[in-house]
C-alpha cells in the first residue's frame, strides 16, 4: 500500500495566516493512485513545491467549508494541477472533481471552475462513489454563517476521516465509528474552550466512546493558543502526551509541516 498524506499546514486560524508561523496549505491525500488536496489555504500552492510535491497529479478537490484558512488557494491549486489550460481554438481542457459547499463555489471564479470536470455540491450526510471509494460528508457544528462538513473515506483496506472545523456535539463519536485513522483538527488546548473549534479536554470522552477505537489519531488545525508567539509555550507536545494517557487510541501523532506519513504505518 503507497497510500500517503502530506501535512502541507498543521496551523489554522488568523494567527497562522498572518504570520505563517504554522503553514496554511492544508493536507495532500494520496490514495489508491489518485492525489486529492484537502483545504487548500493560505500559501498551499508555495507548500506544495516547498515539500517537493507535484501540483499536476492532483485530480480531487475538496473544501470543506468557506473560511479563508480553508480555501483561499483553490483557485491556484486547480489551475496548477494542468500544464495545458486550453487548446489552439481556447477550448478549455477539463480535469479534476471539486467537492465543496455551495457557500464556497461563490467565492471561486467561473474561470476556475470551468476548468473542472465535475464539480459536486456537498453537505454532511452526502455520500458519492469516486473512482470505487466511498466518500461521506460528515456533520460539523462550527460556524452559523457558514455550512460545512467533514470528510470520511471508505477504502477496501481502512478508512479515513478528516473533521474539519467542528466543536463535539451529540453523535459525535457515532459519526466516526468504524474508522481506523481519524485527522482532528485541535484548535486550543488543555480546558481553552472555543464556540467554535475543539480543545484537548472536551473532546477526549468523545474519542473514548468510538467503538471499534481508533487505530491512530493525527492533530492538526492548530491555533495561537497551541502553538504560537502568543501561547506561552509549544502546547503541542504534551497535548499528544496528555492523549495517550487518556485515551485507548494506540498511536497518537501531532502534524508539522511537511510531514509525510505512510497510511500502513497507521493501521497496525
Do not use: W
Not at 81 to 90: A, G, M, T, V
Not at 126 to 143: C, E, L, Q
Amino acid at each position: 500500500m503507497n497510500d500517503e498524506l502530506v501535512i502541507l499546514g498543521s496551523g489554522g486560524g488568523r494567527h497562522h495566516i498572518r504570520t505563517q508561523y504554522r503553514a496554511t496549505g492544508g493536507l495532500l491525500y494520496k490514495f489508491n493512485n489518485i492525489q486529492s488536496h484537502i483545504d487548500p489555504g493560505p500559501g498551499a500552492i508555495v507548500r506544495i513545491n516547498q515539500y517537493q510535491e507535484d501540483p499536476l497529479k492532483t485530480e480531487l478537490f475538496i473544501v470543506t467549508h468557506g473560511h479563508v484558512d480553508h480555501y483561499s488557494d483553490l483557485s491556484a491549486i486547480i489551475e496548477s494541477s494542468r500544464e495545458i489550460l486550453h487548446d489552439r481554438n481556447y477550448n478549455y481542457y477539463k480535469k479534476g472533481t471539486l467537492i465543496t459547499s455551495t457557500e464556497v463555489l461563490k467565492y471561486i471564479s467561473d474561470y476556475h471552475l470551468n476548468m473542472l470536470e465535475e464539480i459536486v455540491r456537498f453537505k454532511a450526510g452526502d455520500t458519492i462513489n469516486y473512482k470505487a471509494v466511498r466518500i461521506i460528508g460528515t456533520k460539523t457544528v462550527h460556524s452559523p454563517n457558514n455550512e460545512g462538513f467533514g470528510i470520511k473515506f471508505e477504502l477496501k483496506d481502512y478508512s479515513l476521516a478528516f473533521t474539519s472545523d467542528t466543536m463535539v456535539y451529540d453523535g459525535f463519536s457515532e459519526e466516526f465509528s468504524g474508522c481506523n485513522i481519524l485527522i482532528l483538527n485541535l484548535l486550543r488546548p488543555d480546558f481553552k474552550r472555543c464556540r467554535r473549534h475543539l480543545c484537548t479536554d472536551e473532546v477526549i470522552p468523545y474519542l473514548n466512546k468510538i467503538d471499534p477505537p481508533l487505530n491512530s489519531l493525527i492533530i492538526t488545525h492548530f491555533g495561537s493558543l497551541m502553538d504560537s508567539p502568543r501561547s506561552a509555550k509549544n502546547y503541542v507536545p504534551n497535548q499528544v502526551k496528555k492523549l495517550q494517557e487518556n485515551t485507548n487510541i494506540k498511536n497518537i501523532i501531532a502534524a508539522e509541516d511537511g510531514l509525510k506519513l505512510r497510511i500502513k504505518e497507521f493501521l497496525k
